[in-house]
C-alpha cells in the first residue's frame, strides 16, 4: 500500500485516508448492497407489478432533508474536522527559521538543486538575473555576497538530520515543478517566481526519493532526488565534504 | 437586452409559424444530399453529426490510451514494441517511443475525449437530437447557429488532427496545458502547442454556440402543457450543462488567448522568476483561469448523464423518477457550487491555509447534492419491476462507478490527503472513475436507448448486454488499479517508473501490467460495440414507435421522424414519468404518454 513513512507528522494523513476510506467504504456497500437486492428483489417477472411513488410528499421532503443533514454532518463536517485537525500539524505549524534547518531548492528542468547555508548561517541573495542553468543554479554573486560566498549546493542530492526539523524553501528556474518526498507524504510545486515552503521531520535514517509530481516537459520522469537522512555528524562531515568541494572549485578560479 | 428579447420571442414566433405552415412534413425532400447531410439545419441530423464526429474521436483517443499504457507495461523495450503500428511510428530501427511522443500521447488523449469525444457525444450528440423532441419543439431556436456550431467542432478536430502532422508533433504540455511549461515559448516551442490552444478555442466557440441555443430553445420553445417541471431530467441536464457552459467557456478563452499571445508574442502573462521578460506576470494566474472553467467542466460533463441516469432508472423501473423536483434543485444547487470550488485543483501550489480551508469546506458540500442523487436514484429502483434491457444496465452501471468516483473524490477534496495524492495516479483513477467510467456508460446507455428514435432500428440486445458486461468489468480493472498504483506513490504523467526505487520495489508493477492489460481487453471489447452500431443502422430489427414502453414526447412520433418533428404542435397534460399510475389500470399498458389526455374513467 502506502510507501515506507519516516516522518514525524506523515502517519496523520495515512490515518486521514484509511478514516475516509472506512467511511466512504460503508457508504459504498449500503449503495452497492441496495443495488444489487434491487435487481433481484425488484426484477420484472409475471404477477409483479411496480408501486406508484413520486417521493413528492412533504414526509418524503422531510426525510430527504435529514438524509442530506446525516451525509453533511456523518461525512462532510466529520472530515473536515479531521483533515483539519492533521493540516495544523503538517502544514499550519512551520518551524522558525532559527529552529530549523532551513535549505533552499531552485528545480529546474530535470534537476532538483539544493542549497545550505553554509559556515555563516546565511543564505546569499539569489537573483534572478544572474540565474544560469547550466553554471549559477542560484541565481549567486559569490564575488560581491559575502552571505553567498559559503553558500553550499548540492545537484540531485540531499542529506538532512534526523529528528530535527527541516524548512525548505522551495522555487523554480524555469517551469512548474512539483517537490515530493514520497516517504513524507507532501507535496509542495516549485514556482517561478514565488517561493513555497514544506517543513518535515525525518524519524528514520536512510536513503529516500524525491520525485518530481507536476509534469516539466518530456524527461518530467526522469527528475529524481535522493534524499539522505542521517544521524547529526554524519550530516555534518556530509556539508563538510561539499564545503571542500566548494574550496577546491574556488581554486580553480 | 432589447435586441435579445426580439431574438427571443422570434423563436416563439418561429414555433408557432412553423406549426401553422402547411405542408412541412415533405419539408426535407426538396432538399439535395449536401442540404439534408452535410449543412442540414435539421437538429435531428446535426445530433447525428455530432454523434459520428464524436464516437471517431472517441475511437482516436481511446487507441491512444492504449498506447500509454503498453509504454508504462513495457518502458522503452525493443523486444515488446506496441503491437502492429509500433514499427509504423517509430520506424523499423528504433522500436521504443520516445518520452516526448509519450508526452503528446497522454496530452492529445485527454484532450481529445473531453473536448472532441464526450462533448459531441453526450451534449452536442443528445443535446440536439433530444431537446426539441423531448419539450414538443419543431427545431432548435436558431437552427444556422446549430448548423455553425457542428462545423465550427469539426474544423477544430480538423485541426487537432493536422497538429499531429506538424514539427515534432502535437502538443505535449498536458491536457491541463500549465503555465509556464506551455505559455513560454522556449519550452516547446513547435506548432503543436498554438494549434491546440487554437483548436480547443474553436471547440469552446462551438460549445458556447450550442449551449445558448439550449437555453433558448429549452425556455422559449417548449410545447403548450410542457411546464418546466414537466420536462424529462435528461433534457433539464443538459440545460443545465448549457448554463454552465455559458458562463465559464469566456473565462478558459481568456485564458487560452493570454496563453496563445505569450506564445506567439513574446508577452509575459503567465511569466514571473527567472524566465520572465518583464515584471509583473504570474504563473498561478493561468491555474486559476483554467480550473476557473475546469472544474465546471467536470459538471458540465456529468450533467446530462445525470439526466440520463434519471430518466432510464424510471423507465426501464416502470416507476416515477423519485423526487424529481428534488434532483433538480440539486442539479441547480451544483451549478452554483460548482462555480466556487475550482481551488481544491490547486491545494499544493503554495496557497493561503485559510482560503484552503474555505476550498475544504465547499468542496466537500457537493456531496450533499450528489448524495441526494443516489437517495432518489435507488428509491427509483425500490418498488420498481425493473427490466434488464441494454440502456438499464449501462444505467445501473452508472450508479456503481459513479459512485466509486464520487466517493473517492472526498479524499482529493481534503487539503491533507490531497497533499499526499494530488498528481499521482489516484487522481487519475478518480477521474476516470467520473469522467470516463461515468460519462462514457452515460453515453452508451443514451445511444442504445435512442437508437430507435435516431435510426429507426434496435442495436441488437444480446451483443448489447455482452458489450456492457465486459466494459463494466475492465473499466473497473483498469481505473481500480490506477488508484491503487497512486496510493503507492506513483505520480502520473510519468513515461517510466523505473527509475525510482519506491516504485519498483513495491510492486507497483504488477498494477500496471494488470491495468495495461484490462485496458487492451476494454479496448478489444469496443469492438463488438461498433460492429453492433454500424451493423445495427443499417440490418438491424425495425424498431415501433415506442419501443420501451416510455412516455415522453420523443417516442410519440413515428419513424423516420419528419424535419419539423411534429404533425401538430403537441399537448402535454402530465409529467415525464407517469409509469404504472392508477389511471392505468383499466389500459392494458402501464403507462401514459405525456400528449394523451386522461383516460375516460
Redesign the interface.
Known sequence: ????DVSVNGH??DD??WL?TA??GV??LI??G??IY??FR????PG?????????TKR??IL?LI??AV??IG??LN??YF??H??KA???SPPTEDEAVVIDIHAQ?YQWNFRYAGADGVFGESH??L?DKENNFF?LDRENDEAAADDLESIAEVAIPVNTPILFKI??????H?F?P??F?????A????E??MYIEATETGT??I????????????M?AELKVMEQEDYEAWLDELAEGLADEGDDY | MKQSYRLINNAERKCEAYYTMSGHDHHEHKHGFIRTYLFSLDHKMIGKQYLFLGLFFLLLAGGMAMMIRWQLMYPFDTEHPFPILGKLFFGKEMTTM???FY?MLFTMHGSLMIFFAVTPIVIGAFGNFIIPLQIGAPDMAFPKLNMMSFWTIFLGGVIMIASFFVKAGAA???WTA????NS?AV??PDLGTSLWILAIYLGGSSSLMGSINFVTTVLNMRCEGMTLTRVPLTTWGLFFTAILNILWIPVISAGLFLMLIDRTFDTNFF??????HYEG????LYQHLFWGFGHPEVYILIFPVWGIVGDLLSVF??????????TLISMASIVCVSEVIWGHHMF???MS?IL??VF??LT??V??PT??F???W??T????????EPPMLFA?GI??VF??GG??G??LA????D??L???YFVVGHFHYTLAASVFFGAFAGIYYWFPAMFGRRLNKKWGIAHFILSFIFINCVFFSMMQMG???H?R?????E????LMS?GVMEWTKFAGWSAMALGMTQIIFVVNFFGSMFFGRKSETNPWHAASLEWTVEHPIPHGNFAQAPVVFRGP?E????QTEDLDR?WLTQVEPDPAT
Open positions: 500500500m502506502f510507501p515506507q496523520m494523513v486521514l485516508f475516509t467511511l466512504i457508504t459504498f449503495i452497492v441496495i443495488l434491487c435487481s425488484f426484477r420484472e417477472r409483479h407489478k411496480a408501486v406508484y411513488r413520486k417521493g413528492d418524503s421532503t430527504t438524509f442530506a451525509v453533511f461525512l462532510d472530515l473536515a483533515d483539519h492533521a493540516f503538517l502544514l499550519g528542468q534572478d538575473d540565474v541565481g522555487t523554480s528556474n524555469d517551469v512548474l512539483s515530493f514520497v516517504n507524504r507532501l507535496k509542495m510545486d514556482l517561478p517566481g514565488t513555497t515552503w529516500f526519493e520525485a518530481c509530481a507536476e509534469l516539466c516537459g518530456l524527461n518530467h520522469y526522469t529524481r | 520516445p518520452p516526448e508526452n505535449q504540455g498536458g500549465y503555465a509556464p511549461l513560454n519550452n516547446l511569466l514571473a522568476g527567472p524566465p520572465a506576470g504570474q504563473p498561478l423501473s416502470r416507476k416515477p423518477a423519485f423526487g424529481y423536483e428534488a499544493t501550489s503554495g491555509p484552503g480551508h475544504v469546506i466537500i458540500t456531496s450533499v448524495a441526494i443516489f437517495l432518489n435507488l428509491c429502483l425500490w418498488g420498481g419491476a425493473i427490466r434488464f445501473l450508479v456503481f459512485s466509486i466517493l473517492t472526498l479524499y481534503l487539503q491533507v490527503a497533499m499526499y494530488h498528481d499521482t496510493i503507492m506513490g505520480p504523467r510519468y513515461a517510466s517508473a527509475k525510482y526505487q519506491f513495491s414519468h409509469f404504472s399510475s392508477p402501464d
